[in-house]
């Protein structure tokens, strides 16, 4: 394969990740989501294997997985990281807005789909396979 080939496959791959997505959230209506660095993804992706097994939801440490999501969901929204927003709900920990506003159950599921969407569950299967490599 040569160079300009590479580089024509890599930018279709990047052109084809969810950049922008927009959620229906119970009692706010529809949401924006921003696709966050892969770094982020990444740190998320040690708290949504303690949600995702498999096709079931398996939950050990409730308390870390509502934490986790709910700052995920903040490196994901605009409107949270907003200073108003930040000023009237972030109180001591910004991060742990989202569970406050869209509450515990809900910050869970959401973050659990955001992961979904941004490509989550695939960088998580492609990593997996790149160690066994």
């Keep these: 394969m040569g160079l300009e ?25 529809e949401v924006e989501f921003v696709r966050p660095k892969d770094e982020v993804i990444l740190d998320y992706m040690e708290i949504a294997t303690e949600i995702l097994d498999g096709d079931e939801v398996a ?50 599921s959401l973050g659990a789909e955001l992961f979904s969407i941004f490509d989550g569950i695939d960088t998580k299967e492609e990593l997996e396979e790149d160690i066994k490599n």
């Design 5 to 29: 080939t590479f580089l024509q496959k890599a930018r279709a791959k990047e052109a084809k990740k969810v950049k922008v997505t927009k959620i229906d959230v119970e009692d706010f209506g």
């Design 59 to 108: 939950i050990k440490n409730i308390k870390n997985v509502v934490k986790e999501s709910s700052k995920f969901i903040y490196l994901c929204c605009p409107e949270f990281q907003k200073k108003e927003v930040r000023e009237e709900f972030g109180e001591e920990d910004p991060f742990q807005g989202p569970a406050k506003l869209f509450g515990l159950t809900e910050v869970v």
